[in-house]
């Protein structure tokens, strides 16, 4: 049984959020008012997750997080109205270590966050399976550390040309903002990709998401938008609630569509969406990467970009948060790469520059 750590400074929250949580067959050892008593519950009861709210006294939630990961990593899933008014202090919470978030009503509304049991109960189960020991999605490893991947790429090379109208669509889902931004950051400029992205992410924070990819690559950045187009050195985000869809491709330009259709996967947007009218309508050459997350999502999408001449990257698990989509993708898809988070961007370069111009 999952064991979780429940910290919010609201006592009506404390008790709806254990509820939901112990109805969906978790074992709550542990509820704490404020951010210095989450601590202590986490270092006393060792829990497989913790719930960690923003706003606490004592210690802030980055606070705890950050005391959490350096003296006795674990998962932790944060769950505030704060993030939902302001959704920098999400992607703080991430940086500091979070695994993923999770928005719960302003104030003390019980009864709204009851209808999303189910999300919040799998989301929870999902970030206690995370991987958050001894590693940073790859960064602290050094090569002569790293595990054996399928694919031992070369460094990239600078002089290498990127033919073929190269167009890139990466999915991720529970842990991936980390890697996602990561990757784009390390991706070369003169590559000149068409770049969509779908991060499954509610609505409230893939405007700033995007904003965020934009400040921190060399690709200009923005959240989709209808009957937008995407050229190189471009790239957009799914919008929260909507799936991305690829409408045509001209004069080396995408078009793209919010398509507020039926989820897939329980989820909108939905990375086998956004894939498979990508692999329609999409010449040139084309790559797709499927990093961290929980469920199958995007393992249809890669096979359709294969079907389509185009080339398949995929995270390893040993540097996944929570390693569901890598692992499906790859008892499905035959890959062309399986590599740990900080060779993604390599990988993707030299997937381009393998192809003949």
């Known amino acids: 049984m999952v064991r979780a750590v429940i910290a919010d400074d609201s006592a009506v929250m404390r008790e709806t959020l254990g509820k939901i949580l112990e109805d969906g067959g978790i074992d709550v050892v542990a509820r704490a008012k404020d951010g210095l008593e989450a601590v202590e519950a986490i270092d006393r009861y060792e829990p497989d997750v913790a719930t960690i709210d923003i706003q606490m006294p004592e210690l802030t939630g980055h606070e705890v997080i950050e005391r959490v990961m350096d003296e006795n990593p674990t998962p932790m899933l944060v769950i505030s109205s704060h993030t939902t008014r302001n959704a920098d202090a999400t992607f703080e919470a991430l940086e500091a270590g979070a695994v993923d978030f999770i928005a719960k009503p302003s104030g003390d509304n019980s009864v709204d966050i009851w209808t999303r049991q189910d999300e919040i109960v799998d989301r929870v189960r999902a970030v206690a399976d995370a991987d958050v020991t001894g590693i940073d999605d790859g960064r602290e490893r050094s090569t002569r550390d790293r595990a054996p991947t399928r694919d031992r790429t070369p460094t990239i090379d600078v002089g290498d040309e990127f033919p073929g109208e190269p167009t890139l669509v990466i999915g991720a889902s529970t842990g991936g903002p980390r890697v996602v931004e ?45 009957g937008d187009t995407v050229g190189p050195g471009e790239g957009v985000l799914a919008k929260g609630g909507y799936h991305l869809d690829v ?110 111009a």
């Open 247 to 356: 409408t045509g491709f001209a004069d080396g330009h995408l078009a793209v569509a919010n398509d507020d259709g039926p989820k897939r996967h329980n989820v909108r947007p939905a990375i086998d969406v956004t894939m498979e009218a990508t692999a329609e309508r999409v010449t040139g050459n084309l790559v797709g990467v499927i990093l961290t997350g929980m469920g199958a999502d995007g393992a249809a999408g890669l096979e359709s970009i294969k079907e389509a001449g185009g080339k398949a990257i995929v995270q390893d698990e040993e540097t996944s948060r929570v390693y569901g989509m890598p692992k499906v993708a790859t008892e499905r898809v035959d890959v062309d790469m399986i590599l740990p988070g900080d060779r993604i961007a390599e990988g993707i370069t030299n997937a381009f520059t393998g192809w003949s």
């Open 182 to 226: 990561r990757v784009l950051s390390e991706l070369p400029e003169r590559a000149g990709l068409r770049i969509l992205v779908v991060q499954h992410m509610a609505d409230h924070y893939t405007k700033r998401f995007a904003k965020r990819l934009d400040e921190r690559t060399a690709y200009d950045i923005r959240e989709a938008t209808d």
